[in-house]
């Protein structure tokens, strides 16, 4: 596929940000792609900060290929060579783990100069780790972070799209979009977009914990009721 076709594929996922927004992804990728810079950049927000969530941290452990790949896809389709995996802090016992995965990827040409044998497609991924502060887990807080300044939000416009990352185009999504990503062009954009309800597709990870018979992450329908799914734990 094309980078063109790889959006026109996600645009028909209906595939929404899990970030907490719920953009849809396919356009803020192609807000990126349009948008002139030097460079582009793709960030993977992994600030997981919110009380009582832990689905991210499942993810870097059982899933990190899955991620990588969807940041990898994401690459190849706004035109970057460059991701960040911004890591917060109380995670940072994760990272050697994490670096592994990357160094396994690069030496299996999944990451690096000519991806595949596609000429032309470079990529990589570094891990940028937080100090512990909440905001950045907002994306321009985050990208403030990222260049080593104080992470305070900036006001939009302009948006990340346009001009994030030292300025320039960077698409910012969170960890289980990219997942989400992974498995679109898995099987394919309609199986997505037949799952969950009709404002958005696909599934949902959420965290359980606390007064209940079974802890940990569980992968619900969007449109599921809330009444039915404590019933699982």
């Known amino acids: 596929l094309s980078p063109q076709e790889v959006i026109s594929n996600l645009k028909t996922s209906r595939l929404r940000g899990r970030g907490g927004a719920g953009f849809?992804?396919?356009?803020?990728?192609?807000?990126?792609?349009?948008?002139?810079?030097?460079?582009?950049?793709?960030?993977?927000?992994?600030?997981?900060g919110e009380?009582?969530?832990?689905?991210?941290?499942?993810?870097?452990t059982e899933r990190a290929d899955m991620m990588i790949e969807g940041m990898t896809i994401a690459g190849y389709?706004?035109?970057?060579?460059?991701?960040?995996?911004?890591?917060r802090a109380e995670y940072g016992y994760l990272r050697n783990f994490l670096e592994s995965v990357l160094a396994a990827r690069r030496k299996n040409n999944l990451l690096g100069k000519d991806i595949l044998g596609r000429k032309g497609f470079s990529y990589d991924i570094r891990i940028q780790m937080g100090a512990g502060a909440y905001i950045c887990g907002e994306e321009t807080a985050l990208i403030s972070s990222c260049e080593g300044l104080r992470g305070d939000p900036k006001t939009r416009p302009p948006f990340p799209a346009q001009k994030g990352y030292l300025a320039n185009p960077t698409t910012v999504n969170n960890v289980e979009t990219f997942c989400c990503v992974s498995r679109i062009f898995e099987k394919g954009a309609p199986w997505f977009a037949q799952i969950g309800s009709k404002g958005?597709?696909?599934t949902k990870l959420l965290s359980v914990s606390g007064d209940c018979a079974k802890r940990g992450v569980y992968e619900v329908p969007f449109g599921t009721k809330l009444c039915d799914f404590l019933e699982k734990a």
């Open 200 to 202: 958005s597709s696909g």
């Open 77 to 87: 389709a706004v035109g970057s060579e460059n991701g960040i995996l911004y890591l």
């Open 24 to 48: 849809p992804t396919g356009m803020k990728w192609e807000f990126t792609r349009q948008a002139s810079g030097d460079h582009h950049y793709v960030i993977c927000n992994g600030d997981e």
């Open 51 to 60: 009380p009582g969530t832990f689905k991210d941290r499942v993810i870097f």
